[in-house]
């Protein structure tokens, strides 16, 4: 079927999802995370067939999304997400202040661009999709290729809701992957007000320039991933070294390092502790496992990036597994020093799969010149003991102008469904970084705020009301009130 | 001096700037207040001069701008505009739930391009200034060429505060205009991280424009006016038109129609009292008087677009002044008809001046027509009585959909300083409907939410610390609380 088409009978049926109850809606997403559930067997087997995870792995994935459709259902029942702002009407002022209200509202149909690497929670029915529907906003999902029988799996219970919540049959769109053209004809199209993507820098290079070209700008939330740079700070090194190998060797290869999150930079200040730590590393990384990744194209990707990154002179392997089959990845850790790190800006991009560069700096001036050097990142880990956090206080100062989000000894795999978490990130983690793609906030994406002055009580929306028929919070005259 | 130069002083003015205390930054922006009043007179001499504005709008101009900074240093001493949300650490989940804090906070340098309309309000110690500096933000005013002196009067007093406060030199610099070649290296600079502009629909997508060529993607809040579509129901038309024409004559005329909300285009259904209201308006108007505009190229652009649309076979003229002097505009309203509207889309464009256009349509249908056919705006105003707006219903929700505000009964001109207020709009409105240049909310335009994960309480922020030493408002756990 034509893009156009397509995003047309999504602006139509916007015109009905939006202006139904929050409790519709609310009831809608339940109703999404129950027909998933209803088919998790199918849904897991076929996604194991199609992105060679594991099952365990599979079932906490589509756990995960079913909760996020239910936090996102809460937040819609709760109310208070749409920040209203009441301002009373001051007659007695010069000039009299009129009575002005705010709250925000749905701006139109998005497009989401469904993810390889997570086949539930990223993709057909993810938190993109459901921060959107949240939002009163209607869907289009483009299916990523590597599962489009699970992407369709999905969109299949998504309509059986549409349809169980007598909801417009428009209101989310499934359209298949043919290629580049798809996405741009989606991007482009003039009905489309919002775009959401998960994947690589290119890709989502690709999809903000398409949309550059638009008569209409609209926003394009793409995250692109980083390299999550990790700080090990010297007094952490000399106390916990053991423990700290075993839990960034875990975190390297969790999911063979097919995480937005994985820690694929290590920065630490020359020392013994430092080369223990390494050492240590290396033992703990051979001993772990190769895999299949997801699909032949990341494989591929992921061989050429690592043979590329290992035959350099400057850089030395830390330790890897035993050679794997032909078709699994190998997962390895490589090491290099700060002023080769300096000299070569491609060790500080992405190489997506089971793999970190453990950079060792001179001192503390060439650790910060290494920390200045990087792009944005969606996160930033500091592992150091209090001793270090307060030696290394504007070195930690440093670290939190990077990164979306700056975590203290913790591994950056592990991305809360929550209302603090931000998972985004200043260029090019992120095509935005005012906004989060992950927790109940990325429902702010998709709306705008709208003013309403002078309305009577009765023409306003139920959350503008003066009794605050809907119970939530809201700002009136500057104070917080329910 | 070399704009890269500046906006590396700035980034480097940014580094201790973002740190300072609410209390510091708040105390700041009211001596910047204190200082524009003590040189109030000449302020207003100065811009008069400039201007063309009379003493009257000017000094009231100028204490909404002191009110505008002050409201700001009041936002950042009660300190909830941050948004902090905490999440508490749930070990007993699975996976382990860590502590997750987040707050916004600065991004960095913003660029402000003064407007000519507003020399104080949204010029050089204006909105965009006094939002981005409440945020921790550093500014480079480029001042707008109109208003040189006024611009560095208000540079001197905004430089006399940075001193008393202790705060590092380059905390705002002014860049004067030097063509269209400096606005262009301020917003392709690498260090600059926003750009707030308010002006014609060409100034801003230049902007726009500039901005699609950098290698890290910045927003661009370019506020590029509208024709701020009014609908005159039908009972209102019967039951109140002499008032009406009176107020809204007065409107279309106001600081001679220099202002992003002039009522510019006026919207009714053919019927004798339309008719009656457009006999009434033309008097009204006829009745007001000429007088110069801010500058000779608005007052040249002004004359040349109100010949060519009177020249128009389709547009008759409803009422005009009496013929000015040759140095003033002429106000006046022009008449079409719907059906000539939807054929002629340059009658949907601005004409910056004491002008509206008043289109009669022949029917609802048309009606519906009209409004569909309009680009993105600042405001649209519902006239009605209760007994419209129960008729109108959908015709009121469709006018909605195409503004940042939505007024009942009032005209759109005054702008509203306050936590409710939304000056944005659909594009061309704005470039970015998510935000507005008006009220405290203007701050989020200069932030981006940074996540603290697992960190001791001594290393966090105020703002998130366990204790809440701010006292601010704060979610914690899904509860408001402070």
């Not at 194209?297 to 990154?309: D, L, M, P, T, V």
Request: glycine share 8%; net charge negative; with cysteine.
């Amino acid at each position: 079927m034509q893009i156009q088409k397509i995003m047309q009978q999504s602006a139509q049926a916007f015109e009905t999802y939006r202006q139904v109850t929050p409790a519709v809606r609310a009831a809608f997403l339940e109703t999404i995370a129950t027909e998933l559930e209803a088919q998790r067997e199918t849904m897991v087997q076929t996604a194991g067939e199609e992105t060679n995870l594991p099952a365990a792995r599979l079932n906490g994935e589509l756990t995960r999304t079913t909760n996020q459709l239910r936090l996102f259902a809460e937040l819609v029942k709760e109310g208070s997400w749409v920040e209203a702002v009441i301002d009373s009407a001051r007659p007695e002022s010069t000039p009299a202040r009129p009575d002005l209200r705010r709250m925000l509202l749905p701006v139109g149909p998005v497009v989401v661009f469904g993810a390889s690497n997570f086949p539930f929670a990223f993709s057909t029915a993810g938190g993109d999709t459901a921060s959107a529907l949240a939002a009163g906003a209607t869907v289009v999902v483009k299916g990523h290729p590597a599962h489009p029988r699970t992407s369709l799996l999905a969109y299949a219970a998504i309509s059986k809701a549409v349809e169980k919540s007598g909801l417009p049959a428009h209101t989310v769109q499934h359209v298949a992957d043919e290629g580049y053209e798809t996405g741009k004809l989606l991007v482009i199209d003039p009905a489309t007000t919002g775009v959401a993507f998960t994947g690589s820098f290119n890709g989502g290079k690709a999809l903000l320039q398409y949309a550059s070209q638009r008569e209409t700008p609209i926003p394009v939330f793409a995250e692109m991933g980083s390299v999550n740079p990790v700080v090990f700070y010297p007094d952490a090194l000399i106390t916990q070294g053991p423990q700290l190998a075993q839990t960034f060797a875990a975190s390297i290869t969790l999911g063979m390092g097919q995480f937005c999150t994985n820690p694929g930079l290590l920065l630490g200040i020359q020392s013994d502790a430092l080369d223990n730590f390494a050492h240590m590393l290396g033992g703990a990384i051979s001993a772990s496992a190769p895999a299949k990744m997801l699909h032949k194209g990341i494989h591929a990707a992921y061989s050429k990036g690592r043979a590329k990154i290992l035959s350099l002179e400057a850089v030395s392997l830390v330790g890897q597994t035993p050679e794997p089959a032909e078709e699994e990845a190998w997962p390895a850790v490589a090491r290099t020093t700060g002023a080769e790190f300096l000299q070569n800006p491609h060790l500080a991009e992405e190489l997506f799969g089971p793999y970190s560069l453990l950079v060792s700096c001179a001192d503390e001036e060439e650790l910060e010149k290494v920390l200045r050097s990087l792009k944005g990142q969606l996160t930033t880990t500091v592992v150091g003991t209090e001793k270090d956090t307060t030696i290394y206080k504007s070195m930690i100062a440093l670290q939190a102008t990077l990164a979306g989000r700056i975590i203290l000894n913790n591994a950056p795999t592990g991305v809360e469904v929550c209302a603090a978490m931000v998972h985004g990130g200043p260029y090019p983690a992120t095509t935005d970084n005012r906004f989060t793609s992950v927790g109940t906030s990325a429902i702010r994406r998709w709306v705008r705020p709208v003013c309403f002055q002078n309305f009577t009580d009765s023409m306003l929306p139920d959350a503008l009301k003066k009794s605050n028929p809907l119970g939530i919070w809201r700002l009136v005259d500057n104070e917080f009130t329910r």
